[in-house]
Structures are given as C-alpha cells and as structure tokens.
C-alpha cells in the first residue's frame, strides 16, 4: 500500500481523481467555526489528555462525471 504524505498548503494530486490540500489544522480542547454567528455549534473535550484534531481542507474533484462527496471517500 502506497503511503501519501500532504503538506500544509501544498496540493496532492492524485491522478484523475482529486486535488487535495490542506489549509489549516489546529490541535485544542474546543473547536469553533471560524466566523461564528449569533447561533452556531462547537466540539468541546472534557476527557483528561484528550484533543481535537480540527483541519480544514480544499478537495477538487478531477473526475468528468458526477459523483456524490461521499463516494470520493469510500
């Protein structure tokens, strides 16, 4: 099995399939939205030793037939 490394900020291609990059990540004990409203919802860990990994990330499909998000995935 092949092992992909992504870097932060740098685009993986994956060949007719997919631009992948990563814009951000951040490690903490509550994840927000980053523009939140007067209304919104966040994760917040209460268990000792415990974090949230939070990344934020840029997929571009480069198939040429329509999919659903979740079969890029499966």
């Not at 992504?6 to 990563?22: F, Q, R, S």
């Not at 939140?36 to 499909?61: A, M, R």
């Amino acid at each position: 099995m092949e092992v992909l490394t992504i870097t932060k900020g740098n685009t993986l291609v994956v060949d007719n399939y997919a631009e992948i990059t990563i814009n951000n990540n951040d490690f903490g004990k509550q994840i927000s939205p980053p523009n939140p409203c007067s209304v919104y919802t966040y994760y917040q860990n209460e268990e000792e030793g415990e974090v949230y990994l939070d990344t934020i990330i840029s997929v571009k499909s480069l198939l040429t037939t329509g999919h659903h998000l979740m079969d890029l995935w499966m």
